[in-house]
């Protein structure tokens, strides 16, 4: 422990106020952790600190920055969201010195007692901000044993704590907002091209049937040898493309009146996957999809089978030399957000904006309306569609479907 702090607390404690209001300045969450993460060490001498947080309500903890620990323990290292240590520390509102506590450390449930251990940690601060757990920091015995933090360290810590808390919860919501405004401007701009390319589509596909039937009765006059035969069959396999992108492109406009119903969406997705596996298993794509059977939700199974549909055949067409494709499933308030993820090339930021709008594709033989019809299949279900992507990172599709409440 540093000597300054016990010898000068004023100097100390205004030290950290000062930094606890600019806290809450930060509003970009990588920063936020790393400054935490270094003020801990800073202000307090912790050389071994872990910021854990989950991502929604169900969501496991998860360390989101960290310093100075084994970086093969780091990884992978999460707290169940409702297991004991989570209640305790949501239930006491007050750091858990573990030495000081044998009772709740034999409380908590094994597998928790065995995770501290491998970090290492002699305490555990909660993060709470609007009475709720956000997550909670554990610190880490440095080197030369577990740092003594006497009564007014405590203090220290558990105002910063708050703050900690506080400043992520501000950081998540201005997140939240930007996405939302975001997200209001694309419905805005897709609902303008969805009617252009619904009247568009309509325009285009009686001629189209004229023309198709027309040339279908040219085809008789000529037997299947004929090279004009040939010829024939070219325009009407060309005319059905047409249609099928005609097709595709009214039901992003216009989509299907959904048959709602309760479905299980593991089902959904096995049916979906069913569809793709051998194609998956030949370009050497893993496929695992662990979701609760129990998740279902309110939707109209074909369109949804499409949606998973689309958004799987993406993600295999940005393999095309084998990776991972991982599907899971979260339940959320009323909602339930399934997510989509793969080990492709990602997507460069300036397609990240366009992917929804028709047309839009980087492929030779892409129709751009994969991701357009999704989208207007999700609008439907009065769900959310959202694409995660960095270059070089892989990209995630989440989808977020009502909840069934039958059971
Ligand atoms: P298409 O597949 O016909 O190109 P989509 O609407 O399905 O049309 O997708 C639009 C574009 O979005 C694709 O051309 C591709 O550039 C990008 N994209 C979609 N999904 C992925 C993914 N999983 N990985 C990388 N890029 C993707
Ligand atoms: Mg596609």
Same mark, same amino acid.
């Given at each position: 422990?540093?000597?300054?702090?016990?010898?000068?607390?004023?100097?100390?404690?205004?030290?950290?106020?000062?930094?606890?209001?600019?806290?809450?300045?930060?509003?970009?969450?990588?920063?936020?952790?790393?400054?935490?993460?270094?003020?801990?060490?800073?202000?307090?001498? +912790?050389?071994?600190?872990?910021?854990?947080?989950?991502?929604? =309500?169900?969501?496991?903890?998860?360390?989101?920055?960290?310093?100075?620990?084994?970086?093969? &323990?780091?990884?992978?290292?999460?707290?169940?969201?409702?297991?004991? @240590?989570?209640?305790?520390?949501?239930?006491?509102?007050?750091?858990? +010195?573990?030495?000081?506590?044998?009772?709740?450390?034999?409380?908590?449930?094994?597998?928790?007692? =065995?995770? @501290?251990?491998?970090?290492?940690?002699?305490? $555990?601060?909660?993060?709470?901000? @609007?009475?709720?757990?956000?997550?909670?920091?554990?610190?880490?015995?440095? =080197?030369?044993?577990?740092?003594?933090?006497? !009564? *007014?360290?405590?203090?220290?810590?558990?105002?910063?704590?708050?703050?900690?808390?506080?400043?992520?919860?501000?950081?998540?919501?201005?997140?939240?907002?930007?996405?939302? @405004?975001?997200?209001?401007?694309?419905?805005?701009?897709?609902?303008?091209?969805?009617?252009?390319?619904? *009247?568009?589509?309509?325009?285009?596909?009686? #001629?189209?049937?004229?023309?198709?039937?027309?040339?279908?009765?040219?085809?008789?006059?000529?037997?299947?040898?004929?090279?004009?035969?040939? +010829?024939?069959? =070219?325009?009407?396999?060309?005319?059905?493309?047409?249609?099928?992108?005609?097709?595709?492109?009214?039901?992003?406009?216009? #989509?299907?009146?959904?048959?709602?119903?309760?479905?299980?969406?593991?089902?959904?997705?096995?049916?979906? &996957?069913?569809?793709?596996?051998? !194609?998956? !298993?030949?370009?050497?794509?893993?496929?695992?999809?662990?979701?609760?059977?129990?998740?279902?939700?309110?939707?109209?199974?074909?369109? &949804?089978?499409?949606?998973?549909?689309?958004?799987?055949?993406?993600?295999?067409?940005?393999?095309?030399?084998?990776?991972?494709?991982?599907?899971?499933?979260? #339940?959320?308030?009323?909602?339930?957000?399934?997510?989509?993820?793969?080990?492709?090339?990602?997507?460069?930021?300036?397609?990240?904006?366009?992917?929804?709008?028709?047309?839009?594709?980087?492929?030779?033989?892409?129709?751009?309306?994969?991701?357009?019809? $999704?989208?207007?299949?999700?609008?439907?279900? *009065?769900?959310?569609?959202?694409?995660?992507?960095?270059?070089? !990172?892989?990209?995630?599709?989440?989808?977020?479907?009502?909840?069934?409440?039958?059971?």
């Amino acid at each position: 422990m540093k000597k300054h702090r016990s010898q000068r607390p004023d100097e100390y404690r205004q030290l950290i106020q000062e930094f606890t209001r600019s806290l809450t300045l930060i509003v970009d969450e990588e920063q936020l952790r790393s400054s935490i993460s270094a003020k801990l060490r800073d202000f307090f001498g +912790l050389e071994r600190v872990a910021i854990f947080l989950r991502e929604g =309500d169900g969501a496991p903890f998860r360390i989101v920055a960290e310093r100075g620990m084994d970086p093969e &323990i780091v990884r992978n290292v999460t707290f169940p969201s409702n297991g004991r @240590l989570a209640r305790w520390l949501k239930v006491n509102e007050e750091p858990l +010195l573990l030495d000081e506590n044998p009772g709740v450390v034999a409380f908590l449930d094994a597998q928790e007692r =065995d995770t @501290l251990t491998r970090l290492d940690a002699f305490a $555990c601060f909660p993060l709470v901000a @609007l009475n709720q757990l956000k997550g909670f920091l554990t610190l880490g015995r440095s =080197d030369t044993g577990a740092p003594q933090l006497d !009564q *007014g360290d405590r203090e220290l810590l558990s105002l910063f704590s708050g703050q900690a808390a506080l400043a992520f919860e501000n950081a998540a919501l201005l997140r939240e907002q930007r996405s939302r @405004l975001k997200r209001l401007y694309r419905a805005e701009r897709l609902a303008t091209a969805g009617e252009m390319a619904a *009247g568009a589509a309509h325009e285009i596909r009686n #001629p189209l049937t004229s023309i198709r039937s027309a040339i279908q009765h040219l085809r008789t006059d000529y037997d299947d040898e004929s090279p004009r035969a040939e +010829l024939i069959d =070219d325009i009407l396999a060309e005319v059905d493309r047409i249609n099928g992108i005609v097709g595709a492109l009214l039901s992003f406009a216009r #989509p299907a009146e959904p048959r709602f119903e309760s479905v299980p969406l593991a089902e959904l997705v096995r049916m979906a &996957i069913a569809l793709v596996d051998a !194609q998956a !298993q030949t370009q050497g794509i893993a496929v695992s999809a662990e979701i609760a059977e129990d998740i279902s939700v309110e939707a109209d199974p074909n369109l &949804i089978k499409q949606v998973v549909l689309n958004v799987v055949m993406n993600a295999m067409q940005a393999m095309p030399n084998g990776g991972e494709l991982t599907i899971s499933a979260l #339940p959320l308030a009323g909602f339930a957000e399934l997510r989509m993820g793969d080990s492709g090339p990602g997507i460069p930021s300036e397609d990240r904006e366009r992917l929804f709008d028709p047309f839009f594709t980087t492929k030779k033989e892409g129709t751009g309306l994969g991701l357009s019809v $999704c989208y207007g299949i999700v609008q439907r279900h *009065g769900g959310e569609i959202e694409v995660e992507s960095e270059t070089g !990172q892989g990209t995630v599709v989440r989808i977020r479907l009502p909840r069934s409440t039958a059971p």
